[in-house]
């Protein structure tokens, strides 16, 4: 594949972090429109996700007890992924918050892309929506004519393109870094200062679980499943955090 003739960089705010963007295309116009059909993609996920934001998907299931809601495929397919890491970690995976009692497990997902809320809950979807958003704006640059790009939020990144990336590991021992190429990484740190405090550590669920480590960071296919495996590997003993990771064919990465 012969190199892109045009390569352009944004960062902007989005999903309470930094979003940068690189995107390489055969000519400024098109690389210009794959970026901000990328950011559009970061935001949509933003808008479906937010977890109080009025009228968002995650919004309205915290808000329906007991009741029915519709909700976006895109929210469907991250609620698919939290529900398969919630079996497969015995419930130490739950993205729902302590206020209130209602878990991953009252949630009942149907044909159609509609959700059964059996509980009140207070869905927080953090990070593996964030994870989520850098997937979709990759998709985003590949759909609009990009030969390759990097889509980095805040822990959370994924690139593609002919030739691999050197990425350093935010978390890790000083100057590591890793070389990646067509695939995601994310970075978790127990306790970490960007995270809302409301927001920290709830991935041990009901468990009383004790974080295994400091730091993480995973190499997986998509960033949000990343994402999510990085609150496995923290949160869950030792041997079902490696089982999970295999799963999904994950790979932590050692300083």
Not at 58 to 87: F, I, K
Request: proline share 4%; glycine share 12%; charged share 20%.
């Amino acid at each position: 594949m012969r190199a892109a003739t045009a390569v352009l960089s944004r960062l902007r705010v989005g999903l309470g972090t930094l979003v940068a963007i690189d995107a390489e295309a055969d000519d400024g116009e098109t690389a210009a429109r794959a970026l901000e059909s990328a950011y559009h993609a970061v935001q949509s996920v933003e808008r479906l996700m937010h977890p109080t934001r009025s009228g968002s998907d995650v919004a309205r299931l915290n808000a329906s007890p007991g009741g029915y809601v519709a909700v976006h495929p895109w929210t469907s397919e991250v609620l698919d992924l939290c529900m398969q890491l919630n079996g497969l970690s015995h419930g130490v995976f739950d993205p729902c918050l302590p206020a209130s009692s209602g878990r991953m497990r009252d949630l009942e997902l149907l044909s159609g892309g509609g959700v059964l809320v059996h509980a009140s809950i207070r869905l927080d979807l953090g990070g593996v929506a964030k994870g989520y958003a850098v997937d979709r704006a990759i998709e985003a640059l590949r759909t609009a004519g990009c030969e390759a790009g990097l889509v980095n939020a805040g822990g959370d990144l994924a690139v593609f393109g002919p030739r691999p990336r050197r990425i350093v590991c935010r978390g890790q021992d000083p100057g590591y870094t890793v070389e990646l190429r067509d695939a995601a990484l994310a970075t978790s740190v127990v306790g970490g200062a960007s995270r809302p405090p409301e927001h920290r550590g709830h991935y041990h669920g009901v468990s009383g679980a004790s974080a295994s480590c400091g730091s993480v960071c995973v190499v997986a296919g998509s960033a949000a499943a990343a994402d999510a495996l990085t609150k496995c590997l923290l949160w869950c003993d030792h041997v079902t955090g490696e089982e999970i990771l295999a799963h999904f064919g994950g790979r932590r990465l050692d300083a």
